[in-house]
């Protein structure tokens, strides 16, 4: 699946225009405020906080494509196939 990769510049901006600090803006990404100052003055955003970025600011089909692709992890870890459909149980 392929993500937005957001950039400082960016990001800084989608923050101001959602009216919070760092500290507040930040939080919501399981990110300290020093962590988000550094990603905003350009240091690389970890893949984690960039998935939870495109959730929060990408559109409905990237944030259902993103639980899709998550779910269809969780599916395989537990022994499922994609979609698949439960065994039935034949009583004679």
Excluded at 19 to 44: K, V
Aim: proline share 3%.
């Amino acid at each position: 699946m392929k993500l937005k990769r957001f950039v400082g510049d960016e990001v800084r901006e989608l923050r101001r225009k959602c009216g919070m600090n760092q500290a507040e803006f930040w939080t919501r990404f399981m990110t300290t405020q020093s962590g988000g100052s550094r990603y905003e003055s350009g240091r690389d955003i970890p893949e984690p906080v960039q998935v939870l970025l495109n959730i929060a600011f990408g559109s409905e089909g990237k944030v259902a494509g993103i639980v899709e692709h998550l779910r269809e992890l969780g599916a395989r870890k537990k022994g499922q196939t994609r979609r698949s459909e439960p065994k039935r149980v034949v009583e004679h």
